[in-house]
């Protein structure tokens, strides 16, 4: 009986631990009837096509002002990621999900990142993407998001922050210094 009482308090706290915890829809489309559909396309950059369900994504979360990307925790199980529709191309719709860490009317930093289903995550993907340049991965740039309670699906395709954005191969550490030592050429010629 004692021991009942010692974990009254605890298994409470846990309860409301687990209450405040902020949600937004994870998805690029916003289906809150009546606002008008909104939708942000993901595509493939060398196809310009959007991407269909040969490809998942996933949210990854933070807490709000993070500006580096290795700092998010992916919101869903690793292994528990979202292809891409066929009947709506470039479009993922996954559902409510609860980011952790971040209350309800509080702001999280969000980000969306795509690979091909191939592999079994973005970390593998992104891996092999370093060495093959056929394999082609993305991530849109951070955003920071209100999130809502449970069941009010806030969509994260109506926040300004969250935009298209196109999946591409790796470009290698070398092409980025050659551009770099030109654009250097360009300004010291310039000078002269």
Known sequence: MKKLFLLLPLLTLGAIGVQAQGYVLESNVDVNIPSPWTDVPIYDALSGLPLGSSYYAQLYAGVAGINN???LTAVDAVDQYHAF?????GDFLVGEVMINGVAVGATATLQV???PVTFASWAAAYSAALND??????KSALFQQVLGAAGSNTAIAA???FVTFTISSVPEP???GLGLLGFGMLLARRRR
């Open 133 to 138: 340049p056929s394999i082609h991965v993305g």
């Open 174 to 176: 070398s092409a980025i």
């Open 85 to 89: 529709l066929d009947a709506a191309p």
């Open 113 to 115: 990142r795509v690979w």
């Open 69 to 71: 990307d290795s700092l």
């Open 159 to 161: 926040n300004p922050g």
